[in-house]
């Protein structure tokens, strides 16, 4: 292009994701039942699979990743779901996953406003103390299929 730069846009790309719903659906209450202080690959490999203790460093990634990644095609959640801070509906609107497996996948592909599917785990989400809250349509449970 003889010195000359091809650009498309204007400004950086800059993607912003709100949520600003009517309060209606269910909650999926996300979070770690068993402490882990400083999340690494080996433990949470540990915690999930008592075979996979002879991993370490990008072993240890890989396995990890290939877990989360077949527990989160088995989630019947959306491709991607709000995430709240807070309880804003009544208990009875309120579900609580007890599969540590689902909650470390679940936990691995969320941020602090955004749950999706697609994205790459991050192993630092997995920890002792966070509490994720998806905000899930009517009929959507949160379970495996």
Request: charged letters at 30%.
């Amino acid at each position: 292009m003889s010195g000359r730069q091809l650009r498309n846009m204007s400004v950086a790309p800059k993607t912003t994701i709100s949520h600003r719903g009517t309060g209606l659906g269910r909650r999926l209450v996300v979070e770690l039942p068993v402490p882990l202080a400083e999340p690494t690959p080996e433990r949470v490999l540990d915690l999930l699979d008592a075979n996979s203790r002879h991993l370490h460093g990008a072993d240890a990634e890989r396995e990890l990743h290939r877990l989360i990644d077949a527990v989160t095609a088995q989630l019947t959640l959306p491709s991607a779901a709000p995430v709240r801070q807070d309880l804003d509906v009544p208990e009875s609107r309120v579900v609580r996953c007890d599969d540590l497996a689902e909650i470390v996948a679940i936990l691995a592909r969320s941020s602090d406003r955004v749950y999706l599917r697609e994205k790459s785990p991050i192993v630092s989400g997995i920890r002792s103390g966070r509490r994720v809250i998806l905000v899930l349509p009517d009929g959507v449970e949160g379970g495996r299929l």
